[in-house]
C-alpha cells in the first residue's frame, strides 16, 4: 500500500509532479519537491545520534538476513555485541534463529516493546515499515544507508517519533563520539 507511485522520468506527469524518484545505486529516494529543497536527510548531529543510541535498547532489524555476506547480518551482529536486544524481521524466516535471535515474521508479532526500527528494506517500503512502527509504539525509525523516504520520516515525526535516514548505526558506533552506553 502507497500514498505515492513511482513515475517514469521519461513521463511529462513525473517532471510536473510534485513528488519525485532519484535513483542511487540499487535503492530509490523517495521525496516531494519541497523536502528535497530543504537539505540533506542525513544531516544529524552527532549529539542526536548518539542520545538516541543511548536510549534504546530493544531494536528490531526488519529486513534481517541469516546470511552472513549481508550488511544487515553485520550490522545485527555489532549491536548485539554492544549489549543491544536485536530482534530480526523477515517473513520468510519467521520462528527461525538468526545469530541466536527468534525471528518474526512482522513487528505487530513482536512481543517486547520495541524502542527503535532499523530498516533494512527499500525507500519504497518505508512507509509501510514507518506506519508499523507507529502501531506498535516504537520511539525511532532509523533508516539504513541509501533509505531515504522522506513521506514515512514526516509521518513518524507527526507521530512524535524520532527519524534518522540515511545512516547506519554500526557506523555510528564506530564514531570518536561514542563513548559505549551506560546500563
Known sequence: ???????????????????????????????????????????????????????????????????????????????????????????????NQILGQRCYADLASIEPAVDMVDIFRSSEAAFGVTEEAIAIGAKVVWMQLEIINHQAAALAAAAGIKVVMNRCPKIELENPYWTGRVD
Open 1 to 95: 500500500r502507497s500514498l505515492f507511485r513511482i513515475r517514469r522520468k521519461t513521463n511529462l506527469a513525473w517532471r510536473q509532479s510534485s513528488r519525485r524518484s532519484y535513483k542511487r545505486g540499487q535503492r530509490r529516494i523517495i521525496m516531494d519537491e519541497q523536502s528535497s529543497q530543504n537539505g540533506a536527510a542525513d544531516a544529524y548531529s552527532d549529539e542526536y545520534l548518539k542520545q538516541i543510541l543511548m536510549d534504546v535498547n530493544v531494536i528490531a532489524l526488519v529486513g534481517a538476513s541469516p546470511r552472513s555476506d549481508r550488511d544487515s547480518y553485520r550490522v545485527m551482529q555489532v549491536l548485539l555485541e554492544h549489549g543491544y536486544t536485536v530482534i530480526p524481521v523477515n517473513p520468510r524466516e519467521a520462528g
